[in-house]
């Protein structure tokens, strides 16, 4: 089944969760392929999915990442107040995420933290912020 039958089965037997994870999903690989329009606009359509549901995929702290990484790219291609909203927004959500469960979303954090100083072109911080990323995944 392609991706367009996909999402039109989701819709058409309102398959919300399942739709949710399909948009999070093709988010996560328009990103890995630097398709990062394309990324944006599956960002935009699993938060607008998520009003059909009544809890987020399983795998939100996954997405929530690569939703961050998306916005912070996003921020500082279109300059869009709108991208760096839903990155700051990512940023505050994986704080939670890390203070909850710190060896699986420290080094997540420190990669959007150094996303973060980068956009604001704090060089040194977001150097500082990758290389302890670095560190504290292998730990």
């Given at each position: 089944?392609?991706?367009?039958?996909?999402?039109?089965?989701?819709?058409?037997?309102?398959?919300?969760?399942?739709?949710?994870?399909?948009?999070?999903?093709?988010?996560?690989?328009?990103?890995?392929?630097?398709?990062?329009?394309?990324?944006?606009?599956?960002?935009?359509?699993t938060i607008e999915t998520?009003?059909?549901?009544?809890?987020?995929?399983?795998?939100?702290?996954?997405?929530?990442?690569?939703?961050?990484?998306?916005?912070?790219?996003?921020?500082?291609?279109?300059?869009?107040?709108?991208?760096?909203?839903?990155?700051?927004?990512?940023?505050?959500?994986?704080?939670?995420?890390?203070?909850?469960?710190?060896?699986?979303?420290?080094?997540?954090?420190?990669?959007?933290?150094?996303?973060?100083?980068?956009?604001?072109?704090?060089?040194?911080?977001?150097?500082?912020?990758?290389?302890?990323?670095?560190?504290?995944?292998?730990?």
């Amino acid at each position: 089944m392609d991706l367009e039958r996909s999402i039109a089965d989701c819709l058409e037997n309102k398959r919300f969760p399942s739709l949710q994870l399909l948009y999070s999903q093709c988010s996560v690989v328009a990103y890995i392929f630097n398709e990062h329009d394309l990324a944006g606009d599956m960002v935009e359509r699993t938060i607008e999915t998520e009003k059909q549901v009544s809890r987020k995929a399983e795998a939100f702290g996954m997405y929530l990442f690569y939703h961050g990484l998306i916005s912070f790219v996003l921020a500082r291609k279109t300059k869009s107040d709108k991208w760096l909203t839903r990155a700051n927004e990512a940023l505050s959500e994986m704080e939670k995420y890390a203070k909850i469960g710190p060896c699986n979303f420290q080094h997540k954090l420190l990669l959007l933290e150094a996303e973060n100083a980068y956009l604001f072109g704090d060089i040194d911080s977001a150097m500082i912020k990758y290389d302890r990323a670095i560190v504290t995944a292998g730990e």
